[in-house]
T-cell receptor, first 113, second 112 residues
């Protein structure tokens, strides 16, 4: 089955802790993305990566970090510097030409206690 | 002015009627346009993409694009209760450009 997987589905974190969200895809897509969704604010881009070992900041990168060591994997670390980390985190990957459509994983809901 | 604007709703439509969802965008360089459906608590699902002016039909869904007016819409014919969801409009500046810009979504409720 081809697709994008994210784990865990739900994550609880104490203030001051770093946590890492997993995103894996077996679609052979080059580009991968991380978004954050808050109620009433739509999707905001955190980081994206077009190729292995390269990534760019999105609109709200502060307090987050990523790595892209393998084409299939794009993990996101939410650091203690992120002031309001409670949100729904969505990973996506982009297909090939001609349409370059973007598809989402199932998401991880992070709650800071 | 928001880059991508949608009426947040809620939009209530009787079952079997046509639901019309609207989206305007501010960047005239936008070239690619997408509609995603998001059920409560779930991730967005791509349902339509459109790249040139005019209409594009896929089953009960029709996307309409007017670049001169910077306007894209989604029509859902023969609305079903399963169409109740939030619909997100997304635009991309250049063909192959990485970043999508999303609207905040329109919540649609189909009334049986």
């Amino acid at each position: 089955d081809g697709g994008i997987t994210q784990s865990p589905k739900y994550l609880f974190r104490k203030e001051g802790q770093n946590v890492t969200l997993s995103c894996e895809q077996n679609l052979n897509h080059d580009a991968m993305y991380w978004y954050r969704q808050d109620p009433g604010q739509g999707l905001r881009l955190i980081y994206y990566s077009q190729i292995v070992n390269d990534f760019q900041k999105g609109d709200i990168a502060e307090g987050y970090s990523v790595s892209r060591e393998k084409k299939e994997s794009f993990p996101l670390t939410v650091t203690s510097a992120q002031k309001n980390p409670t949100a729904f985190y969505l990973c996506a990957s982009r297909g090939r030409k001609p349409n370059n459509e973007q598809f989402f994983g199932p998401g991880t809901r992070l709650t800071v206690l | 002015q928001k880059e991508v604007e949608q009426n947040s709703g809620p939009l209530s439509v009787p079952e079997g009627a046509i639901a019309s969802l609207n989206c305007t965008y501010s960047d005239r360089g936008s070239q690619s346009f997408f509609w995603y459906r998001q059920y409560s608590g779930k991730s967005p699902e791509l349902i339509m993409s459109i790249y040139s002016n005019g209409d594009k039909e896929d089953g009960r869904f029709t996307a309409q694009l007017n670049k001169a007016s910077q306007y894209v819409s989604l029509l859902i014919r023969d609305s079903q209760p399963s169409d109740s969801a939030t619909y997100l409009c997304a635009v991309r500046r250049d063909f192959g450009n990485e970043k999508l810009t999303f609207g905040t979504g329109t919540r649609l409720t189909i009334i049986p």
